[in-house]
């Protein structure tokens, strides 16, 4: 097992009803910016809840930040932090809601040129302005991490951002949430935690036996549930389940003491910001690939993952392994995500190539657990998943 440090500083207020908790939490005395997203909160009922729980709070509302969040917008929303003397943000919705969220905490407090620095140059942000969060869409564990994805429209890039200071003081998840959401977001989160936990997982054996088993139970998780989820989200004991699986997938724990991958999604963001294409969906069509083009360095991983989750019995070690990645593939068939780039556009050509240039013009020349996938192995992957 390899040395680690841990440190996760949210609360997590879990359960039915506890949005009203937020009269509790928020500090009397803030000036809240309650940010959400294209307004399905105002279909569902959220708005209202969180609404009814901030009556004594001084309230300035930004709607509007779309999925995959944007720059442009956000810093619209920068404007309304300082012209207001904001002091605390509450984000209410998924992973964009809060990924935005978590952006304006840095910028509020950026002290540089121009806060799209803070993504370019890997600015890591110690302390940033207090934030906390309504989660209305298990997917990404936004709501217990201190990361964010930004994009930016106008040059179609997408970063990623972080530090310590990103965490969110609080989180409320109420797994009610979910009854509103439509199909192909719930597939979205469930193949989304599910790359989560294979990315932290599917890497070498480091003799991390606990750090295995708690990523194995969460991906055994996903497969039960998903049947549920997707035939019922109002089922609340499986909307529990999964809401949970998506936290726990993504809020550090698992990551303790062992290698990790997150080849898979640095591939997938650029898909996302060259064709728009869900962020969930770009791991579905990369992953495949990802593990066939890796095979030797990760068999060992896969035949044990095939074994324990898909139980798969029959056959030698690198049977097993192959089988493992057919049966993941075939689950992601099962959500009803297509595993093809080609699936999603017909313009694809050249993606493999632009995307290796995009990586060796970062001076991304070692992706994987093993820091050795070159932008010639990633053009050839990617190229694998046309
Ligand atoms: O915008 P509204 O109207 O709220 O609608 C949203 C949006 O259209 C809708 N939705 C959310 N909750 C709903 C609902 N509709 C009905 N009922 C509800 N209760 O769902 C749509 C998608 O929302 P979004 O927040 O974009 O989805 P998700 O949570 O999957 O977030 C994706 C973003 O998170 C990033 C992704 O790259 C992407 O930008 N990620 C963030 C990570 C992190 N911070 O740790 C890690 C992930 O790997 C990922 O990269
Ligand atoms: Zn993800």
Request: charged residues 25%; aromatic residues 8%; proline residues 4%.
């Amino acid at each position: 097992m390899n040395n680690f440090e841990l440190k996760n500083p949210t609360k997590i207020i879990f359960g039915k009803d506890t949005i009203k908790q937020l009269e509790s939490e928020i500090p009397k005395d803030a000036k809240v910016l309650l940010l959400y997203g294209g307004g399905s909160i105002k279909k569902n009922g959220i708005y209202e809840q969180v609404k009814k729980a901030l009556t004594k709070v001084d309230v300035v509302e930004f709607g509007g930040i779309p999925a995959n969040p944007e720059y442009a917008t956000l810093m619209e929303a920068l404007q309304v932090i300082k012209e207001e003397n904001i002091t605390y943000l509450l984000a209410v919705g998924g992973g964009s809601v809060i990924d935005g969220t978590k952006f304006l905490s840095a910028a509020a407090l950026f002290e540089g040129d121009t806060p799209w620095d803070i993504l370019t140059n890997n600015i890591r942000t110690e302390i940033g302005m207090p934030f906390a969060t309504v989660l209305t869409l298990p997917a990404t564990g936004s709501e217990m991490n201190s990361g964010a994805v930004i994009t930016r429209a106008e040059t179609k890039e997408k970063l990623a951002m972080g530090g310590p200071g990103l965490f969110p003081v609080f989180s409320i998840l109420d797994p009610q949430v979910i009854s509103s959401i439509p199909q192909r977001q719930l597939a979205n989160g469930l193949m989304d935690s599910f790359t989560h936990v294979l990315e932290q997982y599917m890497t070498y054996p480091v003799g991390a036996l606990l750090q295995d088993r708690f990523a194995e139970s969460i991906l055994q998780t996903i497969i039960e549930i998903a049947p549920k989820v997707l035939k019922d989200p109002t089922d609340y004991e499986a909307a529990a389940n999964f809401m949970w699986s998506c936290t726990m997938a993504l809020n550090g724990l698992i990551q303790k003491g062992v290698p990790g991958d997150w080849a898979v999604h640095a591939m997938g963001h650029e898909l996302t910001a060259l064709f728009g294409i869900d962020h969930a969906r770009t791991l579905a069509i990369i992953t495949p690939s990802h593990y066939k083009f890796n095979f030797e360095t990760k068999k060992e991983k896969l035949a044990q993952f095939g074994e324990r989750v898909w139980k798969i019995k029959e056959g030698n070690k690198e049977e097993r392994a192959h089988a493992a990645i057919d049966k993941t593939e075939a689950f992601f068939h099962k959500l009803g995500i297509q595993t093809k780039l080609s699936d999603y556009t017909d313009d694809y050509k050249g993606t493999a190539e632009e995307i290796a240039k995009r990586f060796t013009d970062r001076g991304w020349l070692g992706l994987g657990e093993h820091q050795n996938l070159t932008p010639e192995k990633v053009e050839k992957i990617v190229k694998m998943a046309y």
